[in-house]
C-alpha cells in the first residue's frame, strides 16, 4: 500500500480539498506509533474490569474474563490494530502499481472513533446505571484512554486513496458468499441484540453495530458489498428471505421477541404499501392508518369472534380478499374526489380522512347508527387463525426447536411482506411504475406524454389500500382485539416517518426505516415518553446531512443534491455500471483492481 | 388531417386565442409564426387536450378531437413536445423516451423506435442511463423531441424546439425535422425563429393576439414585407 505514512504518497487519486489533517501530515509517521499505542490500550480495556458492581450492562466488573460486550471491544481493538499496521505489513510488490483496495488510514480514523464512542456509551451507561464516576473501574478508563489517544493520533494520518475494492474481479460464488455472510452477521446481530433484556446493553450493541458498518463503509468493504449486492439481486434477496424465516429458529420459543418481530412485521409490510402511494406517485398521505385498521376491522367483523356483529365467518383467505378489498374500495371513496388537488391539500384531507376513519369506527356502537364496530370497546377475542389445519394459537415443535404463537404470525406475516415488495418491485419497474414516477416528476408533462394522471393516481391509492387491508386483516389475529384507538394519526405519522428515514421509493431503506421506527420505542421503554421528540430531532438531523434517506433511491439522490455535480456524474456512472448491463444483458464491465 | 375551425380559447376571462381557423395536411410541416402572446403555444396546449377551448373545434382526420381528454389524444395519433421541453430531469434519458411511449405496448416496436432515436441522436444513445437534468439545452431539445418521436405520431407538434440553442444547434434540430417528415411524419412547428421555420414549411401562419393575420406558402412569406419587417428584423 502506498499510505505507510511519508509524505511523497499522497494518493493521486485523494479527490477533493485536503481535509485539516492533511496538515499534520509531517507527523504521520510517529502518529501511526502513538495511534498503535492507544490501540494496545483499547485491546488491554476488555480484559479488565469495566464497572465496581455486576449489575452494569452484561456484567462487565471481572478481571481477566471478558463479557461479550467487552469481547467487542476487543475486536474493535483488533480493526483498529489491523488498519494501523497493514501498511508495513502489505507492501507493494516492486515494478507493479499499489492495488489499493482497502483504504486503512480511513479504516483507522473510523475505528479509532469508533472505539471512543463505544467507549463513552458503555461508560456512561455504566456511570448512570451505577451511580456516578466511581463505578468505573481500570478497564473503562484504559478503553477511554486509550481510544481517545488512537483518535487524536490518526487525524494526523492522510485521508489516503479512495478504496478500489468494489472494483475488484470477484468471482460470482466470491460475491454470493460475501452476501450471505453479510446477511447472517445481520442476523447474528438482530438475534443478539433483541436477546438483551437491559437497555443500556442494547443501546451500546446498537451503537457497536453502526459503528461495525461505519468502519466497513470507510475501508471500502461496503463498497464491493453494494457492488456485488447489486449484481446479484436474487441472491441477496433470497439470502435475506432465508435469514428472516430463520430468526424464529434463534429465539428458543420465547414469544418475548417474536411478538416485536411480528409487529415490526406488520408495520413494515404497511409502510410498504404508503411507499407506493408516497414514494412511487409521490401522493403525501397522512391518514394511511385508516387503511389499515379497515382491514383489521373487516377481518375482526368477520371473525370468529364472539363479539363479531355480523355472524358471518368465511375462511381466512376470503377474509383477506375482502379486507382488502374493503379497504382499496375506502380509497377510491376517498380518493376520487381528493386526487384532484395535490400536495398539502392532499395531505390535509387524507389527515382528515384518517381521523374520520377513527371517528366512525368509534360511533358505529348501535347508539349512533348500526352496530358493527362496537364502539370504543372494539371487537375483542378474535381467536386464532387456522389455516390447513395449522393452528397459529399453539406452539409447535419444528427442527427440534419450540416455535410458538407469535413465530406462527411472523412467519405468516413474513409471506405477506413477501408478496407485497414483489408488488411493489414489480410495479416500480413496469409501465405502470414509470407513469408514477412520472407524475411526481411533473403531473403537466405526465400528461402530455398520454398518461392518465388522475387515473393512476387512483390505482396507486387503491392499491396501496388494498395491500394495507391485507396486513390488517393478520394483524386483527395476531393482536386478538381491533379497538379504533390503535389508529390514530400518530401512527399515520409515524409510517411516513419510517419511508423518510429510509429512502423513499426503495424497499431496503423503507424496510431498515420502519423496523427502527417501531423496533426502538419497543426496545426502549423508558424513552417512551421522549419518544416523539427523539422522532422529531432524528427527523431534522436526518433532513440536514441525509435528505434521501439512509439507503437513497439513486434518482432521489440527484433531487436533493441537484447543485453537487460531482455526485451527479457519480450516480450517472454508478447506475451505467450497474444498470446497463442488467438491461441490455450485456456482459459485465471490466471492473478489475488497476494492476490487472 | 389537421383542422381546426374557429377556435377560442380564454384563461379565465382573457382571450387568448379569439377564433381561429386552419389545417394542417398529411406529410406537410406547418409553421404557426407570431410574436410572445400570439397564441401559438394555447394553440398547440388546446389542440393536444391539456386546455379545453371556451368554443370552436378540432377535427383529426374526420373525427371531433376537442372534449377529449389529454392521454387520451396521445393514442389518437399526437404527440406534443412542450415549450420548455418539459423533460423529466431525474428520470434517465431511457425512461424520458420510454415515457414517451407510455400509450403503447407493442415491446417489440417500442424497441425498434428506442434505436431509431438513438441512431437519429447518437448522443442520447451514448448516455442512456444518465439522467437528464444533466444534458445541455441542445441535448434536452433532442430528448424533447425523440419522446415526441416515441408514440409513433402521425402528427408532431414542436413547440419553439429551437428556443435558447445555439445557431448550429438549430441547425441540427431543423434538419431533424425535415427528415421526420421525409419519413412520413407531419409537423406542426411553433416558431420565433421565423426565418428557420419558414424554410422548412410548406406552409405558415402569422397569428397575432390571438387572430391569424395571414397565411402564405412558406417561401412565399419569407419573402413577404410584413413578415419580413416583423419577424426577420430587416429594415425595409
Given at each position: 500500500m502506498n499510505d505507510t505514512g511519508s509524505l511523497v504518497t499522497l494518493a493521486p487519486d485523494s479527490s477533493g480539498p485536503a481535509p485539516t489533517g492533511e496538515r499534520w501530515i509531517r507527523f504521520a509517521k510517529p502518529a501511526r506509533w502513538i495511534a498503535i499505542a492507544g490501540a494496545v490500550g483499547v485491546l488491554a480495556a476488555p480484559f479488565m474490569a469495566w464497572a465496581y458492581r455486576p449489575d452494569a450492562l452484561d456484567d462487565v466488573s471481572f478481571w481477566g474474563e471478558p463479557s461479550p460486550l467487552q469481547w467487542f471491544a476487543f475486536a474493535l481493538g483488533l480493526l483498529l490494530l489491523g488498519c494501523l499496521v497493514a501498511p508495513f505489513v502489505i507492501k507493494p510488490r516492486p515494478g507493479r502499481r499499489p492495488r489499493r483496495l482497502l483504504a486503512f488510514n480511513r479504516g483507522a480514523k473510523a475505528a479509532a472513533s469508533g472505539s471512543l464512542v463505544y467507549f463513552a456509551v458503555a461508560s456512561a451507561a455504566i456511570v448512570l446505571e451505577l451511580g456516578g464516576l466511581v463505578a468505573l473501574e481500570p478497564g473503562a478508563w484504559a478503553g477511554l484512554a486509550g481510544a481517545l489517544v488512537a483518535t487524536v493520533a490518526t487525524r494526523a494520518l492522510p485521508e489516503g486513496h479512495d478504496p478500489r475494492l468494489q472494483f475488484l474481479n470477484t468471482p460470482a460464488w466470491g460475491q454470493i458468499l460475501g452476501i450471505v455472510g453479510a446477511v447472517a452477521l445481520v442476523l447474528f446481530a438482530a438475534a443478539y441484540g433483541l436477546g438483551q433484556d437491559g437497555a443500556s446493553t442494547f443501546v451500546t450493541f446498537g451503537v457497536l453495530c453502526g459503528v461495525g458498518v461505519y468502519v466497513a463503509a470507510r475501508v471500502g468493504v461496503m463498497g464491493w458489498l453494494s457492488a456485488a449486492a447489486a449484481r446479484n439481486r436474487r441472491a441477496l434477496v433470497l439470502a435475506a428471505f432465508a435469514v428472516a424465516f430463520l430468526f424464529p429458529m434463534t429465539q428458543d420459543g420465547s414469544d418475548a421477541n417474536m411478538s416485536i418481530a411480528v409487529g415490526v412485521l406488520i408495520f413494515a409490510a404497511t409502510a410498504m404499501g404508503l411507499n407506493i402511494v408516497v414514494g412511487l406517485a409521490g401522493l403525501l398521505d397522512l391518514g394511511y392508518i385508516a387503511f389499515l385498521g379497515a382491514g383489521a376491522f373487516t377481518a375482526a367483523i368477520l371473525s370468529r369472534s364472539a363479539f363479531a356483529t355480523l355472524g358471518w365467518s368465511p375462511p381466512f383467505p376470503v377474509v383477506v380478499l375482502i379486507s382488502g378489498t374493503v379497504a382499496a374500495i375506502l380509497g377510491l371513496i376517498i380518493g376520487s374526489p381528493t386526487l384532484r388537488v395535490s400536495g398539502d391539500y392532499l395531505a390535509i384531507v387524507t389527515l382528515a380522512f384518517g381521523e374520520i376513519f377513527r371517528i366512525t369506527m368509534n360511533n358505529l356502537d348501535g347508539v349512533d347508527g348500526p352496530n358493527l364496530t362496537r364502539g370504543s370497546n372494539g371487537i375483542p377475542a378474535i381467536p386464532d387463525l387456522e389455516l390447513f389445519g395449522f393452528d397459529f394459537g399453539e406452539s409447535h415443535m419444528i427442527l427440534g426447536v419450540q416455535i410458538g404463537r407469535f413465530a406462527n404470525y411472523y412467519w405468516l406475516m413474513l409471506l405477506v411482506l413477501a408478496l407485497i415488495i414483489l408488488v411493489f418491485t414489480n410495479l416500480n419497474h413496469s409501465r405502470i411504475g414509470r407513469g408514477w414516477v412520472a407524475i411526481r416528476e411533473d403531473e403537466r408533462a405526465a400528461e402530455a406524454m398520454g398518461v392518465n394522471v388522475f387515473g393512476l393516481k387512483l390505482l396507486a391509492f387503491a392499491g396501496g389500500a388494498f395491500l394495507a387491508g391485507i396486513a390488517g386483516a393478520v394483524k386483527a389475529h395476531v393482536d386478538v382485539s381491533v379497538t379504533p384507538d390503535q389508529y390514530i394519526f400518530m401512527e399515520s405519522a409515524f409510517l411516513v416517518a419510517g419511508i423518510v428515514l429510509g429512502g423513499m421509493g426503495t424497499v431496503g431503506g423503507v424496510l431498515i426505516g420502519a423496523s427502527i421506527l417501531k423496533l426502538l420505542p419497543e426496545k426502549l421503554r423508558f424513552f417512551e415518553d421522549y419518544r416523539l421528540l427523539m422522532f422529531g430531532v432524528l427527523l431534522v438531523v436526518m433532513m440536514r446531512f441525509r435528505p434521501e434517506g439512509l439507503m437513497p433511491d439513486e434518482r432521489r439522490q440527484l433531487e436533493f443534491h441537484a447543485d453537487d455535480d460531482e455526485l451527479a456524474e457519480e450516480i450517472g456512472e454508478n447506475i451505467e455500471a450497474h444498470v446497463i448491463p442488467s438491461l441490455a444483458g450485456a456482459p459485465e464491465p471490466d471492473l478489475k483492481g488497476d494492476d490487472a | 388531417m389537421l383542422e381546426v375551425k374557429d377556435l377560442v380559447v380564454a384563461y379565465g376571462r382573457v382571450q387568448a386565442v379569439k377564433g381561429i381557423s386552419f389545417s394542417v395536411e398529411e406529410g406537410q410541416i406547418v409553421s404557426l409564426l407570431g410574436t410572445n402572446g400570439a397564441g401559438k403555444t394555447t394553440t398547440l396546449r388546446t389542440i393536444s387536450g391539456l386546455i379545453k377551448p371556451v368554443s370552436g373545434e378540432v377535427w383529426l382526420d374526420g373525427e371531433r378531437l376537442d372534449g377529449t381528454p389529454a392521454h387520451a389524444i396521445v393514442t389518437r395519433g399526437i404527440a406534443h413536445s412542450p415549450e420548455g421541453r418539459k423533460l423529466f430531469p431525474r428520470m434517465s434519458v431511457e425512461d424520458n423516451l420510454l415515457l414517451g411511449a407510455f400509450t403503447r405496448r407493442d415491446h417489440a416496436g417500442i424497441k425498434q423506435d428506442l434505436d431509431r432515436v438513438y441512431a437519429l441522436f447518437p448522443v442520447l444513445g451514448e448516455r442512456?442511463?444518465?439522467?437528464?437534468?444533466?444534458?445541455?439545452g441542445g441535448e434536452q431539445q433532442m430528448l424533447a423531441m425523440g419522446r415526441a418521436m416515441m408514440s409513433r405520431p402521425r402528427l408532431l407538434m414542436l413547440d419553439e424546439p429551437s428556443m435558447g440553442l445555439s445557431p448550429i444547434m438549430t441547425q441540427t434540430i431543423m434538419r431533424t425535422i425535415a427528415e421526420l417528415r421525409a419519413s412520413g411524419t407531419t409537423v406542426l412547428l411553433v416558431e420565433q425563429n421565423a426565418q428557420a421555420a419558414l424554410t422548412l414549411s410548406d406552409k405558415g401562419y402569422v397569428l397575432e393576439v390571438g387572430r391569424i393575420m395571414f397565411t402564405d406558402t412558406g417561401e412565399a412569406l419569407l419573402r413577404d414585407d410584413r413578415v419580413r419587417r416583423t419577424y426577420l428584423g430587416l429594415d425595409l
Open positions: - | 442512456r442511463q444518465q439522467p437528464s437534468g444533466l444534458f445541455s
